[in-house]
């Protein structure tokens, strides 16, 4: 445990000296956070609380979706990011290479730059969930309606979006270490833009409310998924696969 914890600290050191893809990459976070939900809030909250009498299940399902949008979109920006810088540069320099000639094993190097790249995206996006949560409470409902809150809410947004990204960076990072860092990237980059515009068509077209349990399980069942292709892919983890790769 203390390698994993060793690798991943100075994994995350490396990439927070990188200031300027820092910047960038939650510069574009913000924008994209704040524009999804300004024009989600606009559209359907704020026709929603001035009705007569509010549909407390639209409502859900609207806000439901704001906060997954928000969620979703910090945490993959933030890990696509570093997810590339973290495979595509450190095995270009060699750095794995170094690293494999340590008392180091496969799998910690594996697990510690993949926790490296989960963890600040997972505490950016939890930041802008409960910031984006209680603007929009202090905003539109409580004015109206009062405090506006489901546990599926919390529990979908802070526990199942993470495990989701969680499973999707250990397996990213299991493809680019064993095999080809371009191909992990592209699983990173198409995977965010995929997920989100699905779950916003299935929560559109009533196929489930993004403030219900059903949505709390189809995301964990993603991460389900995602983790038996990791535990299946974790035996080509070997020190000849991973320096061949290169």
Not at 49 to 76: K, Q
């Amino acid at each position: 445990m203390s390698y994993i914890s060793t690798v991943m600290q100075a994994a995350i050191k490396t990439s927070l000296r990188l200031r300027s893809v820092v910047i960038v990459s939650m510069g574009v976070v913000f924008i994209c956070v704040i524009g999804v939900a300004a024009i989600f809030a606009t559209q359907f909250i704020s026709p929603g609380v001035n009705t007569a009498i509010p549909d407390r299940s639209a409502l859900e399902n609207y806000f439901g979706l704001i906060l997954f949008t928000t969620c979703f979109i910090s945490i993959g920006i933030f890990a696509s990011v570093n997810a590339f810088q973290s495979l595509t540069r450190e095995k270009s320099r060699g750095n794995i290479q170094a690293l494999l000639a340590t008392p180091l094993a496969p799998h910690d190097i594996w697990l510690g730059k993949s926790l490296a790249v989960f963890l600040p995206g997972f505490i950016l996006a939890v930041v802008m969930t409960i910031a984006i949560f209680l603007v929009l409470n202090f905003i539109y409902f409580i004015p109206k309606i009062g405090f506006f809150l489901t546990p599926w809410m919390l529990i979908s947004n802070l526990v199942a979006v993470p495990l989701v990204y969680l499973a999707l960076m250990l397996l990213v990072h299991e493809i680019g270490l064993a095999g080809k860092p371009a191909t992990a990237n592209v699983i990173t980059q198409i995977f965010l833009p995929v997920m989100i515009a699905l779950m916003i068509n299935l929560v559109v077209h009533g196929v489930m409310n993004a403030g219900s349990w059903l949505f709390t399980v189809a995301l964990v069942g993603l991460a389900v998924v995602i983790s038996v292709f990791v535990l299946k892919l974790r035996s080509t983890l070997t020190v000849q696969k991973i320096i061949l790769s290169q």
